[in-house]
Nanobody
Framework: QVQLVESGGGLVQAGGSLRLSCAAS????????MAWYRQAPGKLRESVAS???????NYADSVKGRFAISRDNAKNTVYLQMNSLKPEDTAVYYC?????????WGQGTQVTVST
């Protein structure tokens, strides 16, 4: 079983920064594809950033230039550095790991950006 534990969410003013962390444990292979998603009330869950086992990174257009995804394979942890935060970034952020065709989700962490 794979377990994902997220941390780093909170309340921040517009223009501020936060760093989210997602630590994977259990039967997980080093370098498994991982991603960050977010979901705001009344909206679909959307992909924010992803990183593959080979290190290929993709970002949603709405966060390009502001967010950065990275990983530490030794710690089985993925990070999301969020800079220049905007109120429209307010959402619950979820960590995703894919292994053996299965999707594993974290519990979600709330990010609130105030004006």
């Amino acid at each position: 079983q794979v377990q994902l534990v997220e941390s780093g969410g909170g309340l921040v003013q517009a223009g501020g920064s936060l760093r989210l962390s997602c630590a994977a444990s259990g039967s997980v292979f080093s370098g498994a594809p991982m991603a960050w998603y977010r979901q705001a009330p009344g909206k679909l869950r959307e992909s924010v950033a992803s990183i593959t086992s080979s290190g290929i990174i993709n970002y949603a257009d709405s966060v390009k230039g502001r967010f950065a995804i990275s990983r530490d394979n030794a710690k089985n942890t993925v990070y999301l550095q969020m800079n220049s935060l905007k109120p429209e970034d307010t959402a619950v952020y979820y960590c995703l790991l894919i292994q053996f065709g299965n999707h594993f989700w974290g519990q979600g962490t709330q990010v609130t950006v105030s004006t």
